[in-house]
């Protein structure tokens, strides 16, 4: 809808990828009941467990085909690539940077397989599991998982404020950067984690400096529609503002990992001990769960804002905005405190896998506790947003009015849309096509309509 397309590029390859995704994550769900997964204790269900982590990633490597295709190859007449909308843009670029890192993931688990499937491996020692895990979910290669979840809070920003946001281009460009920084760390992440700054690490440790630069220009953007706009703070509004405030954090707790390198780096240098607290010999233990669960709540919380921005699009019906709010109060308070538990237990020392230590630190108890309240209270969030969207999808409930304005195709066509989604198919002059059709100020195209090829 967005780029102004009749249907998503290879419609049955998308329904196909959907429905392997969901068998495998049951599969999963599975292993994981079995003692499998990393760190299991049964071969049988650790096996089963990478089979179907491996057929997850596959249907994700073919559904994000689909979009790639589809933003690239199906955009409406005269929509150049820098015209294409902020959440659309960010999820081409998601699609194309797990087109090209996710095959590295399943290439780990197929070794990984052969290990243990072969008894090559022994259980007790999990490296090559942990290792597949590490390079999807470990700074700043989850960072790859905040792309969409910045467009989603830009677009949500300019349209519930009545101001898109100024810097059109400057706001895809960023989003383009937290690619450069995510794939830098899965280039890398193949090298030990522990060494000091050196040339197999020193592009990690410079993406995790880098990483909170772009989520901050990002925001600056939105700052600049709240100021100078109309905001109505909504549910999708704030949503989008605490997506948004949940990766900075995210982000910029992260940096504390990067003090136990550098500082090897420069002991190393003058050829002596690195002298590290014990708080901040951070690798290897629930700290970096802790900046992974940010990112996740940020994700979580920009799927929240985009249900409740699009939901009337989808299904013909406005969400209840109270049920709303309340629900991202619980998954952003209880994500939040998930997070913020992980990184004290870390400091604590607490390992990053479930294992057999004696502690005594309060660090580590503190943190346990604050990581159960903020599991459940994200849990009731979503499952209060699942509550939400039911009532108004299948039930019938909330407004049927358009609930705001928007200024991008997706807002041409009626809710829900027609079949082929347009009765005409549009023809776009500039990023704001709906400005163009109502006669309204927009920025002037730099190609005449008529010289666009069809």
Known sequence: LQVGSGTIAFPRGAAAAFWVWAISACMLIAAYVGNGGPGGGRRDFVVLWAMALGAMIGSVIWALICIATTVLGARAAGMRLEMVPITAWSYLVFALLGILALPIQIGQLVLAFIDVRGGYQSLVDTTPLTGVMDTISIAPSIYWLAIPALGIALETIGVHTDRPIR?????????????????????????????????????????????????????????????????????????????????????????????????????????????????????????????????????????????????????????????????????????????????????????????????????????????????????????????????SAVLGGGSVAEPWRGRTLEWLTESPPAYANFATQPTVRSHLPLDDKDGRPSEPSETPLEEVPA
Do not use: C, Y
Request: aromatic residues 6%; without cysteine; glycine residues 14%.
């Open 167 to 391: 810097f059109h281009k400057s706001a895809l460009v960023l989003i383009g950067v937290m690619v450069i920084v995510s794939f830098a760390a899965d280039v890398t992440s193949f090298g030990n984690r522990g060494r000091p700054v050196d040339f197999d690490n020193a592009v990690l440790v410079a993406a995790l400096l880098v990483a909170p630069l772009p989520i901050l220009g990002s925001l600056a953007l939105g700052a600049e529609s709240l100021r100078n706009g109309s905001p109505r703070f909504r549910a999708p509004l704030i949503s989008g503002l605490v997506s948004g405030l949940l990766l900075l954090g995210g982000s910029t707790v992260a940096l504390l990992g990067i003090i136990e390198p550098v500082v090897g780096f420069f002991a190393d240098l003058a050829n002596r001990q690195p002298d590290v607290p014990e708080r901040l010999l951070l690798n290897g233990t629930s700290f970096n769960a802790g900046i992974t669960v940010f990112v996740i709540t940020a994700g979580m919380v920009a799927v929240h804002a985009g249900i409740h921005h699009w939901g009337h699009k989808i299904w013909g019906h406005q969400l209840n905005q109270a049920l709303g709010t309340l629900a991202l109060l619980l998954i952003a308070g209880g994500g939040a405190l998930w997070a913020v538990g992980e990184v004290v237990a870390g400091l604590g020392t607490q390992p990053a896998l479930p294992t057999l230590v004696e502690s005594d630190d309060n660090l580590v108890t503190a943190g346990n506790v604050a990581v159960a309240l903020g599991v459940g209270g994200a849990a009731g969030g979503l499952a209060l947003t699942l509550v939400n969207a039911v009532l």
